[in-house]
């Protein structure tokens, strides 16, 4: 299990905008081989997101951030002062793990 | 979709003490309803680590939070000067997901 993690800092009132934005992405993680679970987080300090992906092995990331399909869902783009500063990126591999009794269901 | 993370800074050359604190710990939280996964995560940059869970919502992390369960499984600790500084928690709610074409299995 790896996950990458982009943190974004939103400006006050242009969370709608920010969430728009992703909502109209076409991500094409579905094709993409080793492709876990997306998600965009929204976290309780005002501003905070992440854009938090779960691959099943840093291998498979890579190989996505290499693709066709990364180059293309990428080339959109926010508009104007809606993300203040850099998102930050973060790359994380699974040390331990366990899992609850039923099988994850991610939404 | 609910996540709760705490962010670790380690000492450099505490790895493996702080891996082996976690390993040694009793969790209790496949007891616990609303938990869907458990990892320890270790990020690219020295000494960053992160405790990573994964709850059905925010208030199965809450009940958690209130249990006897919880208590025990921080009645541990970690030996003196393996972690740096105070962990930093974040909590966040999915906004948008998307799943693969195969069920998570997140190990």
């Known amino acids: ?8 800092k939103v400006a006050a009132g242009r969370e709608a905008d ?4 992703w909502r109209q ?4 993680l579905d094709q993409t081989p080793g492709f876990v679970h997306f998600a965009l987080m929204k976290g309780d300090e005002q501003g905070d ?3 938090h992906t779960i691959w099943a092995s ?3 990331f890579i190989g996505w951030t290499q693709s066709e399909a990364f180059r293309r869902a990428h080339a959109g783009g926010m508009p104007e002062g809606v993300i203040e500063g850099h998102p930050r990126a973060r790359f994380y591999d699974s040390v ?3 899992s609850g009794p039923v099988p994850a269901n991610l939404g």
Not at 1 to 8: G, S, V
Not at 18 to 21: M, S, V
Not at 25 to 28: G, P, Q, V
């Open 18 to 21: 920010f969430e728009a934005g």
């Open 1 to 8: 299990m790896f996950i990458a993690m982009n943190q974004f």
């Open 58 to 60: 840093r291998e498979a």
């Open 49 to 51: 997101y992440i854009s």
């Open 96 to 98: 331990i793990t366990e």
């Open 25 to 28: 992405r076409e991500s094409y």
